[in-house]
């Protein structure tokens, strides 16, 4: 698929996915949605890369969904509309690579709601989050009732939903909405940084920790406790584990493989 909203830069084992509708403070229409869509569903098996870096062109991150796009739709457009987002958060989250939010600039409704599909939110001193959709007469329509609190919980979520105001990047850094605060012109260096951390790791150990931390969320302690059960002991059995406890004790670095 031709992209024309989104651009991807490989380097490094790295993919940055930059969010390119500059006019429209990159607000995600369809054709957005669909792009991304695409790069995720298709790029998993990629190892040219391991970890993947979203951010936005000029003064964005994402201003939200397409509003002149919403306004055209009938409910069934917009029910359409709706899963189509949902399930591009899914398949983010559920990505087996890690992805990192770098958030530049306006994060508000879809635009918060993509970066908290994130695995990690990391925000310019200029970033600003909110969930403004009550201001158009609707509620968040990509998972923001859901994701919100959980990272913040409930009364914060409730909070910024209720009254649709937006918050600096500090405040949401306070209420656990993003992980680190950067000044602007630090912030894409500290990105690829993180991302090159994680990179230097198992990649299969990596996966294992994301898929048990977002399962287990979902459930009780007990039943996380026995997935992460489960999953340490195949984690033990590869390549990759046997080759860090090697490496520790012959006093190197480890060369992982992802096996
Ligand atoms: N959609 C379309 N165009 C947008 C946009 C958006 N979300 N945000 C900004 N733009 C456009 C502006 O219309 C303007 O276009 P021109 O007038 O130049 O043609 C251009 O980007 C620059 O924006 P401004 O001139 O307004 O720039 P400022 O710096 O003055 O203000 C702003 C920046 C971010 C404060 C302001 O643009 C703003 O308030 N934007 C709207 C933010 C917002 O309300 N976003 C939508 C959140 S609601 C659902 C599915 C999805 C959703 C809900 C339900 N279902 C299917 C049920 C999700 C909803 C949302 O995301």
Not at 85 to 90: A, I, N, P, T
Not at 173 to 202: C, F, N, Q, W
Not at 214 to 242: H, P, R, W
């Given at each position: 698929m031709e992209y024309k909203n989104i651009i991807i830069k490989k380097e490094d084992r790295l993919a940055i996915v930059t969010i390119n509708r500059e006019k429209a403070l990159n607000a995600l229409n369809d054709e957005t949605v669909a792009e991304l869509q695409d790069f995720f569903r298709h790029s998993w098996m990629d190892n040219s890369f391991g970890c993947v870096i979203i951010t936005g062109a000029g003064k964005a991150f994402v201003a939200g969904a397409d509003i002149a796009e919403l306004a055209a739709c009938d409910v069934k457009k917009a029910l359409a509309k709706s899963m189509l987002g949902?399930?591009?958060?899914?398949t983010i989250e559920n990505y087996p690579?890690?992805?990192?939010?770098?958030?530049?600039?306006?994060?508000?409704?879809?635009g918060c709601e993509l970066a908290m599909a994130c695995d990690i939110r990391l925000a310019s001193e200029k970033a600003k989050f909110g969930q403004p959709e009550v201001n158009l007469g609707l509620i968040p329509g990509y998972g923001g009732t859901q994701?919100?609190?959980r990272l913040v919980g409930r009364g914060k979520a409730k909070q910024m939903i209720f009254t649709g105001d937006m918050i600096d990047a500090n405040e949401a850094h306070r209420i656990g909405l993003v992980d680190e605060v950067y000044p602007v012109e630090e912030l894409m260096d500290k990105a690829m940084a993180m991302a090159k951390t994680i990179l230097s790791r198992s990649p299969i150990a990596v996966t294992t920790a994301k898929e048990c931390i977002n399962s287990g969320l979902d459930t009780n302690l007990q039943v996380g406790c026995d997935l992460e059960k489960t999953s340490f002991g195949a984690i033990y059995g590869t390549e990759d584990a046997m080759e860090g406890m090697k490496a520790f004790l012959e006093k190197r670095k480890a060369e992982f493989k992802g096996k």
């Amino acid at each position: 698929m031709e992209y024309k909203n989104i651009i991807i830069k490989k380097e490094d084992r790295l993919a940055i996915v930059t969010i390119n509708r500059e006019k429209a403070l990159n607000a995600l229409n369809d054709e957005t949605v669909a792009e991304l869509q695409d790069f995720f569903r298709h790029s998993w098996m990629d190892n040219s890369f391991g970890c993947v870096i979203i951010t936005g062109a000029g003064k964005a991150f994402v201003a939200g969904a397409d509003i002149a796009e919403l306004a055209a739709c009938d409910v069934k457009k917009a029910l359409a509309k709706s899963m189509l987002g949902l399930y591009l958060m899914q398949t983010i989250e559920n990505y087996p690579k890690p992805v990192i939010a770098a958030v530049n600039g306006f994060a508000l409704g879809g635009g918060c709601e993509l970066a908290m599909a994130c695995d990690i939110r990391l925000a310019s001193e200029k970033a600003k989050f909110g969930q403004p959709e009550v201001n158009l007469g609707l509620i968040p329509g990509y998972g923001g009732t859901q994701r919100l609190a959980r990272l913040v919980g409930r009364g914060k979520a409730k909070q910024m939903i209720f009254t649709g105001d937006m918050i600096d990047a500090n405040e949401a850094h306070r209420i656990g909405l993003v992980d680190e605060v950067y000044p602007v012109e630090e912030l894409m260096d500290k990105a690829m940084a993180m991302a090159k951390t994680i990179l230097s790791r198992s990649p299969i150990a990596v996966t294992t920790a994301k898929e048990c931390i977002n399962s287990g969320l979902d459930t009780n302690l007990q039943v996380g406790c026995d997935l992460e059960k489960t999953s340490f002991g195949a984690i033990y059995g590869t390549e990759d584990a046997m080759e860090g406890m090697k490496a520790f004790l012959e006093k190197r670095k480890a060369e992982f493989k992802g096996k």
